[in-house]
């Protein structure tokens, strides 16, 4: 069975719940986050932010979705390597932390 996801790219000012319920409604059963300094982390009330991400994981397997992508912006080619190099690692870290299964990296260079 084919599994079907989308990209929260270009989706800037919905909540996650938001994004959940877009997926539900749709038949997707993931959703591949997008910008790792977006309020998803950075806010003290988005879903990715510290404790907060442990609820978050349980409410998608409450509502059988998952994240099997986190998308890196960086540009490792274009951007200096130092400053991607961190961003992937981050990513990373996030990802190991969220049981997330892939990273897309990609480059226009």
Partial sequence: MMKLSFSTK????RSFDDLCDMAEATGFSGIELHNINGPLFTDRDGAFYGHAAAATKRKLYDRKLSIPCLDVLADPAATPFDAA??????????AGDLGIGML???TDS
Avoid: N, T
Wanted: charged share 35%.
């Fill in 10 to 13: 270009g989706w800037h000012g």
């Fill in 85 to 94: 190099k961190d961003e992937i690692l981050r990513c990373l870290a996030i």
């Fill in 104 to 106: 897309r990296v990609r």
